[in-house]
């Protein structure tokens, strides 16, 4: 089996206040010291806060990510943070085309293939998030979902380097709900996700991409999950908010790849 480092990154959302947002960092950059060897780590605050998570997690091993960041290094783009803006406060990791901004912010395909080849470009790895609704999945097309989800966003984006691309596979309908995909389910998503990456690019590049999975990820449930071949990691949402739940979901991960 290719052996890739499992990849956890926490997604706080609209969520934390600045004290809190500082206490979460901390909690997490003490309570992974001693996981971060077998498992990548990152957090990703709320825009407001990157700065001061960013103090948190310097010269640690758990990665600064951004939620979201508008294509341009700077410029008339009113209310929006550009590329400049995540390379002073330290970025590395960035979320695009998640669920939320395609179906609450209504974020087009087209946007997101933008985003998605300005974040290469920078340097910065990018977390793809693609998943299917529960109308799609009932009606059989979770693959041809994702697989389109992935073509549009990658179509422009010339990588080499298979550590800068995480793909996550997060059904929308497992997000936020309490309801998980399956581990088997998880599990043949993620394999139709790597053999259309080994089409787009080629097989050694495919073996290598982590394809973390996100929706409803607990403590209870991680390690079911990280026990299927093509499952790298996990992008967790509400139990990211609990330093405890999260740091446990990470010593799944880790404890998966021995
Ligand atoms: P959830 O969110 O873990 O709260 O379901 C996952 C995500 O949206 O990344």
Redesign the pocket.
């Known amino acids: 089996m290719p052996d890739r480092k499992p990849i956890v990154g926490g ?1 706080w ?1 609209m969520n934390t206040t600045a004290m809190s947002a500082q206490a979460l960092a901390a909690a997490c950059v003490e309570g992974s010291r001693s996981l971060t060897q077998g498992c990548d780590v990152f957090v990703s605050p709320p825009s407001p806060y990157l700065a001061q998570v960013g103090d948190a997690t310097a010269g640690s091993a758990v990665e600064l990510a951004a939620q979201d960041f508008y294509p341009r290094l700077s410029g008339a783009f009113t209310g929006e943070m550009g590329l400049e803006m995540l390379a002073d406060l330290g970025v590395q990791t960035v979320l695009v085309g ?3 901004r395609r179906h609450v912010l209504l974020e087009p395909e087209d946007l997101i293939a933008v985003k998605a080849r300005a974040a290469v470009e920078a340097g910065l790895r990018l977390v793809l ?1 693609i998943g299917e609704t529960l109308g799609q999945r009932e009606a059989g097309e979770t693959d041809a979902v994702n697989l389109r989800q992935l073509s549009s966003a990658l179509g422009e984006v010339d990588l080499d380097d298979p550590e800068r691309l995480v793909v ?1 596979y ?1 059904p929308v309908w ?4 309490g309801r998980t995909a399956e581990p088997a389910d998880a599990e043949a998503a993620h394999r139709a996700i790597r053999s259309a990456l080994q089409d787009r690019y080629d097989e050694r590049f495919a073996d290598s991409v982590r394809i973390q999975y ?4 607990k403590a209870d449930n991680a390690s079911a999950l990280i026990s299927q071949p093509n499952v790298d990691g996990f ?6 908010l609990k330093a405890d739940e999260f740091l446990a979901i990470i010593r799944s991960a880790a404890g998966g790849a021995a």
């Open positions: 997604n959302k998640h669920s939320e998030c996550a997060e497992a997000i936020g709900t996100g929706g409803s990820v992008l967790v949402g509400g139990a990211s």
